[in-house]
């Protein structure tokens, strides 16, 4: 059965240090989404992306944040300066069409921002 | 923001028996409901779902109910088993495309 992948499963950075978070989205599906979710806190939405371009944002999702479909295959995701609040797992998730779509999620990113 | 809410943390129930966990939410926006099962440390796992058009749906031990004019949906698990024990999360989107998220309930089937 297709499922979205992400990489790396764990990744430990320094305050202000850049990062990129990796995911490979269900082949055929053409919306992708970024969520985070903050120890003890509930699963937070940052960003949709549609035909190569970001079609809803967050407010969490400020300048510090974009988003990019480098190939046919990956969806990553980059944090320029990493603060300490920064720290979550991180959930990419991809739906075939627009509205009343399943999203199907990845096994997340957990960042540590020391 | 609290449009979903879930407002029982915690649920320990019996194996066989029913576990309902509720949600509710505010935004009459809203068309389209799911559920989703995470254990720690993995990403959610869909379960099950129901558009705003219809009042239940039924896939196997679950069944989604929504009340439209309660703004309420469940899901029942029946007969519930130690491997349900996780948490679930009541998710809710309208034509954006964004998932807005409950906060979990934890359910334990005890055997």
């Known amino acids: 059965e297709p499922e979205v992948t992400q990489t790396p499963s764990h990744q430990v950075t320094q305050m202000g240090q850049e990062v990129i978070l990796r995911c490979v989205p269900i082949?055929?599906?053409?919306?992708f989404y970024w969520y985070r979710q903050i120890l003890g806190q509930k699963v937070e939405f940052l960003v949709s992306?549609?035909?190569?371009?970001?079609?809803?944002k967050s407010e969490i999702f400020d300048d510090q944040f974009s988003v990019e479909r480098p190939d046919g295959s990956n969806f990553t995701l980059k944090i320029r300066s990493t603060k300490l609040e920064d720290s979550a797992m991180y959930f990419c998730?991809?739906?075939?069409?627009?509205?009343?779509?399943?999203?199907?999620f990845g096994p997340g990113t957990r960042l540590t921002v020391l | 923001d609290q449009q979903v809410k879930q407002n029982s943390p915690s649920l320990s129930v019996q194996e066989g028996r029913i576990s309902i966990l509720n949600c509710d939410y505010t935004?009459?926006?809203?068309?389209?409901f799911l559920w989703y099962k995470k254990y720690p440390a993995e990403g959610p796992t869909f379960l099950i779902s129901?558009?705003?058009?219809?009042d239940k749906n039924e896939d196997g031990r679950f069944t989604v109910f929504l009340n439209k004019s309660a703004k309420h949906l469940s899901l029942h698990i029946v007969p519930s088993q130690p491997g349900d024990s996780a948490v679930y999360f009541c998710?809710?989107?309208?034509?954006?495309?964004?998932?807005?998220f409950g906060q979990g309930t934890t359910l334990q089937v005890k055997p």
């Open positions: 998730a991809s739906r075939w069409v627009p509205a009343a779509d399943t999203q199907y």
């Open positions: 082949s055929n599906h053409l919306y």
């Open positions: 992306f549609y035909n190569n371009e970001i079609s809803e």
């Open positions: 935004n009459s926006m809203f068309d389209y």
């Open positions: 129901i558009s705003s058009i219809k």
């Open positions: 998710a809710a989107t309208s034509n954006t495309g964004k998932l807005i």
